[in-house]
């Protein structure tokens, strides 16, 4: 637990509500106890909050119609799974069967947040949101414009997606990386790209044009 506190940046009082963050539905079935469901419905609303009342901070001459397409392209689950893949909570998620995708990436980050809300209080949790998410909140305005993949994660609603990495080729200055897309498990789109952000986007344009 001591590690990924480190990475949080936060230290729980109660250390069962991590852990409870980190417990997928399918480890708690097998072995009992509790999982992250109750603190991802709850985080998943305290993260729109938080975002909400920062992008009004930041960007103050938007609308309402422009704030809602830039807070989409932050809290949906690609970003979110993207965040937390770099951060590396995914690695100490307990699963009991199933594949990681990017829907329970985000569901990490989201079921954190509850943890720390219900351990630290609000002030703790929003320090946890805005430092995780301030690239994404800064780059909000320009992402929203051409953010291909929140707009396949709004149309599959409910479906599992999943960009698979699927290697890397080229120059070491210059390197090619391609990327899979699967949707329920089935491969429907793969793409190229000079990062592995412009290849998911690539990916995600593929499908909502070809459908």
């Known amino acids: ?17 991590l852990q409870r963050a980190l417990t997928h539905p399918s480890y708690s079935h ?69 594949q990681l995708s990017d829907n329970i990436r985000s569901d990490i980050f989201e079921a954190i947040c509850g943890a720390i809300y219900l ?10 949101v805005v430092r995780d998410l301030s690239a994404l909140i800064a780059t909000a305005k320009d992402n929203c414009k051409n953010d291909f993949k929140s707009a396949l994660y709004e149309k599959y609603a409910g479906h599992i997606i999943d960009f698979k990495d699927n290697g890397k080729t080229g120059e070491e200055h210059q390197p090619i990386f391609t990327v899979e897309l699967y949707i329920d498990g089935n491969l429907v789109a793969r793409a190229e790209g000079e990062n592995k952000k412009t290849a998911q986007q690539k990916c995600a344009r593929q499908v909502l044009e070809n459908n």
């Open 30 to 98: 097998i072995h009992g106890g509790k999982n992250y469901q109750r603190l991802e419905f709850l985080g998943d609303s305290i993260v729109d909050f938080v975002i909400a009342d920062e992008l009004c901070k930041v960007y103050r001459d938007l609308d309402e119609g422009k704030l809602t397409k830039m807070r989409g392209a932050i809290v949906s689950a690609a970003p979110l799974a993207s965040v937390v893949k770099d951060k590396g909570y995914d690695k100490y998620l307990k699963m009991g069967f199933g």
């Open 1 to 17: 637990m001591r590690d990924i506190e480190t990475l949080i940046g936060y230290t729980f009082e109660d250390e069962s509500l």
């Open 119 to 128: 351990d630290g209080g609000i002030e703790k949790a929003r320090e946890f």
